[in-house]
T-cell receptor
C-alpha cells in the first residue's frame, strides 16, 4: 500500500510567522499536487510540481518537489488568517498515475 | 464556466436506510471521481470513471455501495444499507484528462452524510 505522509497534522501559529509543511513517501511520483480545502468546500488546486528539484512560488507560498520525486514541502512566508485551511498533497504514482492522497495538515493562523 | 454540482448538500438518515448522491461534472470532463472524506482525514477514492467506464473501484465497499455514470456525464453514488461508519463527506470531482494522465481535479462542495 502506497502511503503519503503529511506533517505536522495540525499547526496553529500567529499572523506574520513563517511555516513549512511536509509531504513524504517511499513511492516515486510523476507529479505532485497541493490543494487547500476550506470548511464546507471541496479542495482547490494550488500548484502541480512535475520535475525533481522543482521550486514553484505562488505569492507567499513556495512549493518544492524533492530531487527523487518522493517528497514535497510547502513553505508559507508571513502567514495571514486567510491562509487558514486544510492543506492536502496528492501524488500521481509513476507506475500508473493513480493519485495517492495525504491526510492533510490543518493550519490555523491567528490574527 | 459552471463548476462541479453535487446534491444534496446534507443528508441525515438512520442506519440500514439507503441514500443516493448526485454529481454533475464540468462539461467536457472525461474523468469523474467519487471520494469519501471522514472528518480530519484526506479524501479516500471510492470509484473513478473514464467517460462511462470504471477505471478504479478497488476501495468501493461493493456489498453496500454502488455508482453509475450513464452516458458518461452525470453520476450517482448509492449506499444501501448505510452503516454508522459511512458518516462522512462524499466529494465528487472531475478532470479534463483521460486515462494515464493526472491533471487538476475540480471538486464539488460535497454531500455531508450523517448516519444515526
Amino acid at each position: 500500500t502506497q502511503l503519503l505522509e503529511q506533517s505536522p497534522q495540525f499547526l496553529s501559529i500567529q499572523e506574520g510567522e513563517n511555516l513549512t509543511v511536509y509531504c513524504n513517501s517511499s513511492s516515486v511520483f510523476s507529479s505532485l499536487q497541493w490543494y487547500r480545502q476550506e470548511p464546507g468546500e471541496g479542495p482547490v488546486l494550488l500548484v502541480t510540481v512535475v520535475t525533481g528539484g522543482e521550486v514553484k512560488k505562488l505569492k507567499r507560498l513556495t512549493f518544492q518537489f524533492g530531487d527523487a520525486r518522493k517528497d514535497s514541502s510547502l513553505h508559507i512566508t508571513a502567514a495571514q488568517p486567510g491562509d487558514t485551511g486544510l492543506y492536502l498533497c496528492a501524488g500521481a504514482l509513476d507506475s500508473n498515475y493513480q493519485l495517492i492522497w495525504g491526510a492533510g495538515t490543518k493550519l490555523i493562523i491567528k490574527p | 464556466e459552471a463548476g462541479v454540482a453535487q446534491s444534496p448538500r446534507y443528508k441525515i438518515i438512520e442506519k440500514r436506510q439507503s441514500v443516493a448522491f448526485w454529481c454533475n461534472p464540468i462539461s467536457g470532463h472525461a474523468t469523474l471521481y467519487w471520494y469519501q472524506q471522514i472528518l480530519g482525514q484526506g479524501p479516500k477514492l471510492l470509484i473513478q470513471f473514464q467517460n462511462n467506464g470504471v477505471v478504479d473501484d478497488s476501495q468501493l465497499p461493493k456489498d453496500r455501495f454502488s455508482a453509475e455514470r450513464l452516458k458518461g456525464v452525470d453520476s450517482t453514488l448509492k449506499i444501501q444499507p448505510a452503516k454508522l461508519e459511512d458518516s462522512a463527506v462524499y466529494l465528487c470531482a472531475s478532470s479534463l484528462n483521460g486515462r494515464g494522465v493526472t491533471g487538476e481535479l475540480f471538486f464539488g462542495e460535497g454531500s455531508r452524510l450523517t448516519v444515526l
